[in-house]
């Protein structure tokens, strides 16, 4: 089996992923919402969103939505994006790998407090 491109998951594609749980958005909107879910300690510029937005493209763990009509018009250049079912499913299973980390570091007293 060939090795996918994005294994392990990058933080960077996890935290896009989650934004497009949520809603459609273009890339600017990915990049605020990022800003917004991590209360500003995670900030993606413009190459790390667009190289991370076209691997999640190419993996068909995110697709481009079209214009519902199919024109384009100048106003709708900006790029929409969407979760795929695949882009979710991969996304639970990072936030359950992720959590399972949380609960060793817990148990080993690593992490304290109410942070989850």
Partial sequence: MPKRKLDPLPPAAFQILLALA????????????????????????????YSSIQSLVEEKLIEEIKPADGKETDQDRRRVYRLSSAGRKLARNEAARL??????????????GDYV
């Avoid at 459609?24 to 790390?48: C, S």
């Avoid at 959590?99 to 304290?112: E, G, H, P, S």
Wanted: charged content about 25%; proline content about 2%.
């Fill in 22 to 49: 949520g809603a459609d958005l273009h890339g600017y909107g990915i990049m605020r919402q990022v800003a917004d879910q991590t209360g500003g300690r995670v900030r993606l510029g413009p190459g790390t969103l």
């Fill in 99 to 112: 959590a399972d980390v949380l609960r060793v570091a817990r148990a080993k007293n690593i992490l304290r």
